[in-house]
Structures are given as structure tokens and as C-alpha cells.
């Protein structure tokens, strides 16, 4: 443990390091990692060429975090999905970032595989390429043929990245307790929540089962598709660090010459990739969230397979018919039904001045509403909707923006094979069988029946709340708690003046005793040194003491708002 704790100290320092490097002195000096930078590494860092600051402070931020590492990495390219937490301008920047990781020995991915399957590696597959498909911070994947003669793809996991996950993980919490002050000045208002979020999310991304499910759950929902189809996982030859997976052919979604050289129609391809998709989102609640070109390929029959399903995005049904009704509003020019969707998808919003947030909107409708079908972008879209997002300090779902990211994603890969390519034409129609969905008998009976479920539970529990409260009232047991938020800190104040006053007036006290102690007149057994009396050098010494400790009071809070 005391290992460890001397480990992240070192990591911390460098980090700190790091920000003073770039120019973000006020991250350093303003919280407590001032200390754990030395006064001559900060003379030096002052004294230094500030080349630095050519760039902006965004751009800084993404050379911070690519130098601090992978699991740095990941953070940034999660939080570049949360519109409502980052600035846009800060989210260009962690679009831009790479983990560009070369793969490890091939001898060591072999062991993996063996100890994993607890056999030899020739007594599962026939065939096993050496050479990586694809290499990333987690893993890497590797090209093989079962004995049974299925050509598979082989993920397996990094060697000691759980441990520099989970390292990396401690450092993060770390920084945010020692920053959280900053960060929350910055807009942050809950930066532990996010590290907490990020870590489960990194929790599952270590778990190849969970990738597994994911892939099986699609495969049941979609069995009757014949234009859409995915890999199969071979579970009884995966684990949390191996994953077995069905080798499907196919090009990429945007190679439109290949598509052509098949015969295939391009635009017909685009429509159905868009297709599948919004089934995702609007039909199932699940999707794949992560559709860039790589990871949708298409098979000589035109048959849509995606693959890599480590991020997977999800909305209750509840958060579905939210999400469309912002659609909706939008389409019909009704701010006010868009505010009020935009609400119901919110975890929690605390809206000051609705008006301000519909008039907002209207002007948001204003500006996409008088643009022709052509110069409609959903790109532009996603940015003006997650800028009123991130000003309203709206907390929503973070599938939103994944599936945002995600049209957006679509929308280029359609505009490729399709010159007319618009996605809200194809949202369009999603809309309107959302609605009817949502008013549908089957699901008004099942929502009066939710309701009813709720009344029944309160009405059978409030006799005995009742109870209990009168039974309280009647002994004179009944407490009520109030808390008054915010002034902590000014009771905190008011005690420390208070004991500095009280420590003030004992020193005049001192001094004005210590002056009238020299006029006394003394007994002869009053002992005298400098021909000044013992009892005035004795109120002296007392009141320097005070002093000393008001002084130290004084020191000690200027340090404590510096740090």
C-alpha cells in the first residue's frame, strides 16, 4: 500500500509537471499540487521560452492529456461525447486525439490465449496468424482457423493493462480530489462523477464477455434480417481477456468503387446502413455506437455487417420518446413541445427561466428552418443542440450524444455513396411511428397500469406512515431537520475572527500590563534582571507567544486560499 501511495505521489508530480509544461500554471498554483512541485522547477518552467502559448488553451489540453498516456486518452475521447459538460471548442480538440498504439510481441499474445483456455493453442485452432489485424490501448486482434475449419478473429487483451487501468484509475481520483475546487470554477460541477462513470465504462471495456452479450443480444434481435448481419462470438472460447469471434468478409461501407465492381448501388447501400440504424435507436432502445467506416463493412450481396461492439449505447423507453419528441418539436416548429421533451430526457434539469430556454429554441428552429433540404447538416445540427445542451447545464443521458455523434458519423459516410444523402429525410418517418407507438393502446394500458401499480404501493404504505408520524407527534419525538446550505463557510469565518480577536486583545492586554508592571512598587523579594522586575519580563514573554500564534494563524490561512 505505502508502495503504491509513493507511486501515484511520483505520478502526480509529474502530472503536475506536465500542466506547468503547457502553460496551465493557474490549474498548478491555485490548488494543492503547488506543493508538490519544487521552487526550482517552477523558476525554471517561469524562466522558460512560452512557445506555448501560440497554441490555444484547448489545444493545450489535448498535448497534456496525449502525453499523459492511454487511459488519459480514453477519458478525453469518452468526455468528447458530453456536449453537456465540455465547451464545443474543447471537444474538436479531443476528436483529434489518437491512441496509436504499436501491438505487443505476438509470443506473449499466444501465452495469453493458452493460459486463458487452459490448452495449447494447436489443440484450438489449425491456423493462427501472427500478424495483427489491429492493434489498441486495451488489445489487439489476430487472424485464425478453428480446428473445425470457421475462420475466426482472435481479441486479446494487452498484458498488464488491468493493473495500469487501475492505476491510472487511483491517479484520476486522485486529481480530481486535489483539483475539484478548479475544475468546479471552470463549469465542472461534478468532475468524481464523471472519473466514476468513466471507470465503469473502462470496467466493461476489460471484460470481453460483456462485448460477447452485447453481440448476442443483437444477433436475436436482428435473426430475421436479411440485409444486416453480425459476427458470431464463440463463448465457450472467450473470456474476459480472449474473444473468439466469426471472420466475416467485406469492404468498407465508403469504398464505392468496390461497391460498383459488385454491382451493388451505392445509394441503395446508404439507405439501408441509415436504415438499420435508426431501427436501433428508434425500435430496440439498443445500438451500436460506434458506426464509423471501419467498423461497417459490406459482403458481395450487399448484406450491411458491423462489427467491434465494444461501445454500446442504450435508452429506456422512456428516454426513446423523449429523444424523438425533440425531433418532433423541431420538425413542427413547436419550441415549446421541444422544451418540454428536452425536460423528460434531462436526468435532471434545473432550468432557470423557461421562456429563455424556448425562445432559445425557436431561434434554433428559426436558423434550420428556412434552409433547403440540401444545406440541412446534421453535423450542424448535433453542434447547435448540444451548445443549448451544455449552456442550460442540462444533465442528459449520455447515449444522446453518442447517437448524435453517431448520425453524424452516418451522414458523411452517406453523403459518399449518396449525392442526395439527408438524414432528417430518413428520421422523418421514425418520428411519426414514435408517436404512434407511444399513444398506442398496448402502451397507454401498460403506462395506467405502471401508474396504478405506483398508487397501490403508496396507498397501502401511507396508513402506517400516518401512524407512525402521529405515534411520534403524541410522545414528542418528532424531529425536523433543516439545513442551511452555504453558510458553513461564513460560520467557519465568523469562529476563526472571533478566536483572533479574543488572541488580539489578550496581546494589547499583555503589552498594556507588561508597560504598567515597571511603574509597581515591589516587595525586596521581588527579583529584578536588567533592573526590569521578573514579573514584566514574565507578561512579555507571554504576550510574544500570542503573538506568535496569531501570526501563524494569519501564515497559515494565506496558504491555505493560495493552495
Not at 506473449?108 to 489443440?123: D, S, Y
Not at 495483427?132 to 482457423?145: D, E, K, M, N
Not at 438499420?276 to 450481396?301: R, S
Not at 397507454?444 to 397501502?460: F, H, I, N, R
Amino acid at each position: 500500500m505505502f508502495k503504491n501511495t509513493i507511486s501515484n505521489l511520483t505520478r502526480i508530480r509529474q502530472v503536475a509537471e506536465v500542466l506547468l509544461r503547457y502553460g496551465f500554471e493557474d490549474v498548478v498554483t491555485t490548488t494543492p499540487l503547488r506543493r508538490l512541485v519544487s521552487q526550482s522547477r517552477r523558476l525554471s518552467w517561469q524562466r522558460s521560452d512560452r512557445q506555448v502559448f501560440e497554441t490555444t488553451r484547448w489545444e493545450r489540453v489535448r498535448l497534456i492529456i496525449e502525453e499523459l498516456g492511454p487511459t488519459f486518452i480514453k477519458l478525453a475521447q469518452a468526455m468528447s461525447n458530453r456536449a453537456d459538460l465540455l465547451p464545443q471548442a474543447l471537444i474538436d480538440e479531443f476528436e483529434k486525439l489518437q491512441s496509436n498504439v504499436p501491438p505487443f510481441d505476438v509470443a506473449i499474445a499466444r501465452q495469453i490465449i493458452e493460459q486463458e483456455l487452459g490448452r495449447p493453442i494447436t489443440e484450438v485452432f489449425s491456423e493462427f496468424d501472427d500478424t495483427t489485424l489491429g492493434s489498441a490501448s486495451i488489445g489487439q486482434v489476430h487472424r485464425a482457423r478453428l480446428l473445425t475449419g470457421e475462420e475466426v478473429v482472435v481479441k486479446v487483451q494487452r498484458p498488464g493493462v488491468r493493473e495500469k487501468v487501475r492505476s491510472d484509475l487511483a491517479l484520476l481520483h486522485e486529481l480530481v480530489r486535489l483539483t475539484a475546487g478548479f475544475l468546479q470554477k471552470q463549469g465542472l460541477a461534478n468532475p468524481q462523477d464523471i472519473v466514476d462513470a468513466f471507470e465503469r465504462s473502462m470496467s466493461k471495456e476489460l471484460d470481453y464477455t460483456a462485448e460477447a452479450r452485447s453481440m448476442e443480444q443483437f444477433r436475436k434481435l436482428y435473426e430475421d434480417y436479411t440485409t444486416f448481419y453480425i459476427p458470431k462470438p464463440f463463448r465457450e472460447l472467450s473470456s474476459e481477456r480472449i474473444l473468439v469471434i466469426e471472420f466475416v468478409s467485406g469492404c468498407k461501407i465508403t469504398d464505392k468503387a468496390q461497391l460498383l465492381d459488385w454491382g451493388l448501388n451505392p445509394e441503395t447501400v446508404a439507405e439501408t446502413g441509415m436504415d438499420i440504424y435508426l431501427t436501433q435507436i428508434f425500435e430496440f432502445g439498443i445500438f451500436h455506437a460506434d458506426p464509423h467506416p471501419g467498423n461497417v463493412l459490406v459482403q458481395p450481396d450487399g448484406t450491411v455487417v458491423l462489427i467491434d461492439f465494444g461501445m454500446v449505447g442504450r435508452l429506456t423507453k422512456q428516454q426513446k420518446y423523449a429523444f424523438a419528441g425533440v425531433f418532433i418539436g423541431m420538425a413542427r416548429q413547436d419550441a415549446r413541445n421541444m422544451a418540454l421533451n428536452f425536460r423528460r430526457l434531462a436526468l435532471t434539469a434545473e432550468i432557470p427561466d423557461m421562456r429563455m430556454f424556448e425562445s432559445d429554441l425557436s431561434q434554433l428552429i428559426e436558423d434550420f428552418a428556412t434552409l433547403d433540404v440540401k444545406e440541412m447538416s446534421m453535423s450542424d445540427l448535433a453542434d447547435a443542440l448540444q451548445t443549448v445542451i451544455y449552456n442550460y447545464k442540462l444533465q442528459v443521458p449520455g447515449a444522446v450524444f453518442l447517437i448524435l455523434r453517431a448520425l453524424v458519423i452516418l451522414e458523411g459516410i452517406g453523403k459518399v455513396l449518396h449525392p442526395r444523402f439527408n438524414t432528417f429525410e430518413f428520421v422523418r418517418p421514425y418520428g411519426a411511428k414514435i408517436i404512434r407507438e407511444q399513444y398506442s393502446k398496448q402502451n397507454l394500458l401498460l403506462e395506467a397500469e405502471y401508474t396504478g401499480t405506483q398508487l397501490l404501493a403508496l396507498l397501502q404504505t401511507l396508513p402506517s406512515d400516518v401512524r407512525q408520524i402521529v405515534r411520534k407527534i403524541s410522545k414528542g419525538e418528532l424531529r425536523l431537520k433543516f439545513e442551511l446550505v452555504g453558510y458553513n463557510m461564513l460560520m467557519r469565518k465568523a469562529d476563526q475572527l472571533v478566536s483572533r480577536t479574543i488572541l488580539a486583545l489578550l496581546c494589547v492586554g499583555g503589552l498594556i500590563f507588561s508597560g504598567l508592571s515597571l511603574l509597581g512598587r515591589y516587595s525586596p523579594a521581588m527579583p529584578y534582571r536588567r533592573g526590569v522586575p521578573e514579573i514584566t519580563w514574565w507578561s512579555l514573554g507571554a504576550t510574544g507567544f500570542l503573538l506568535l500564534v496569531l501570526l501563524l494563524l494569519g501564515t497559515g490561512r494565506r496558504e491555505k486560499e493560495k493552495g
